[in-house]
């Protein structure tokens, strides 16, 4: 048994799995809540027992990562029985910048790059960081991989990640396109490539949640992805606008009298599903709201599922063709009117969906949407972000 610990850390939170790699079972997981913060609370749930929450202060990431190794190894709720056990950490890293195209073995030349990339993710590169210190400082001697968001995004060609700003803007201030959910639809991907039993297909990968993106790929490179500099670029989402005219901004700047922070704040955290609705940002609330007849929760869906029909269509004409379409996270493996209205009208590309077993299909699981006879698959594939983690930091510390 190899057990690969596997750490997502906030600016005041520390997600965590402890996964056996080698049966790719999760044995444990739990979050750490409001460190710094008052009421700090540890939740603790071992697949084969019961749910556990401590409320204890957590000052530092360091803190809660003693807590979590504490609680691990406790003698009567525990499942290991000491830190030896524990093989490897793997760490999600939002932003490697241009620097990283795969996930890396930490150490400090590898640690400053992070801190050097604080400029392109503040806040999570920031806690990202107090994560790994935390643990280095509770695990010393046990090796840790930084898995980053950005590095599916470094495949692309210089022609597709560039913006058509002065030159000087990339060179100086490395501004481009990174792309956002790479682990996610690189985890997709592969699983899509050996369902179809096809190294070389060009798949085409919808990461649909709260958070929303849209990628392609050629024999599991990264060709395009809709998320951009930040996560703010490409679909509208639960609370972000996704793209918009880049003129609207010192507009409303102008005509609401906002600052520059104040302007970040009402496109990343007021507009999209939210901001269009005015019911909500989680899709279930907006299905019901428009099945009870609001307008704008309809309106706000169908911004949405047509934004990623266009750019189905967009990567399908850059690619040449699709082989696959695969739709994953939480809304994109549960919404099934959303995957049908994305869906609709695409027999062009070749596309024969079974839109009535779409409708029933299991959740959770694995399924194939299209009919035995469609030119195009169409998968639903749930994503599993921290087992993708947990794979690369064994293949990096076997």
């Known amino acids: ?8 850390a906030g600016s005041s939170s520390l997600k965590y799995q402890l996964i056996d790699i080698d049966s790719r079972k999760v044995i444990a997981k739990g979050l750490c809540e409001r460190i710094g913060i008052a ?9 084969d027992g019961e ?7 957590m000052p530092t990431h360091e803190v809660a990562i003693k807590m979590v190794l504490e609680i691990l190894t406790d003698s ?3 499942v290991i029985h000491d830190m030896a056990e524990i093989a490897a950490v793997g760490h999600r890293v939002l932003h490697g910048g241009s620097k990283f195209s795969d996930s890396i073995v930490i150490n400090d030349v590898v640690l400053q790059a992070i801190e050097d990339c604080i400029p392109l993710g503040p806040l999570h590169n920031t806690a990202n960081l107090m994560g790994i210190r935390g643990c280095q400082a509770a695990m010393p001697g046990v090796p840790m991989v930084a898995v980053f968001d950005t590095a599916w995004g470094q495949g692309m060609e210089p022609s597709h ?12 201030y490395e501004v481009r396109r990174y792309g956002f959910h790479g682990t996610s639809h690189k985890y997709v991907t592969g699983r899509a490539l050996k369902l179809l039993d096809n190294p070389k297909a060009r798949v085409i990968t919808c990461h649909l949640g709260n958070g929303s993106s849209v990628s392609c790929s050629v024999a599991g490179r990264c060709v395009d992805t809709s998320m951009g500099l930040t996560p703010l670029e490409g679909l509208p989402m639960g609370t972000r606008c996704g793209s918009i005219d880049p003129a609207i901004i010192p507009f409303l700047m102008k005509r609401m009298n906002l600052t520059a922070q104040e302007m970040d704040t009402l496109m990343n955290k007021k507009s999209g599903m939210l901001g269009i609705s005015g019911v909500s940002s989680d899709f279930r609330d907006l299905t019901a709201a428009s099945e009870a007849g609001n307008e704008r929760a309809k309106l706000a869906l169908d911004m949405f599922c047509y934004g990623v029909k266009k750019y189905i269509g967009a990567y399908a004409a850059a690619m040449g063709g699709v082989d696959c379409i695969v739709f ?3 809304v ?7 995957r049908e209205s994305v869906l609709k009208n695409m027999e062009y590309l070749g596309l024969d969906v079974d839109f009535d077993y779409n409708m029933t299909c299991p959740r959770g699981q694995e399924v194939c949407l299209s009919k035995p006879d469609s030119k195009v698959k169409v998968f639903v594939i749930p994503t599993d972000e921290e087992m993708a983690i947990a794979l690369d930091t064994d293949e990096l510390t076997r």
Not at 1 to 8: C, S
Not at 39 to 47: A, K, R
């Open 332 to 338: 994109g493996e549960n919404d099934r009117n959303v």
């Open 51 to 57: 749910k556990v929450q401590i409320q204890r202060d």
């Open 328 to 330: 994953t996270a939480g």
């Open 76 to 78: 009567k709720v525990g």
């Open 161 to 172: 990640f560039m913006y058509a700003l002065p030159y000087d803007a990339y060179e100086t």
């Open 39 to 47: 009421g700090s609370m540890l939740t603790y749930s071992p697949t």
């Open 1 to 8: 048994m190899k057990n690969i610990l596997v750490i997502n």
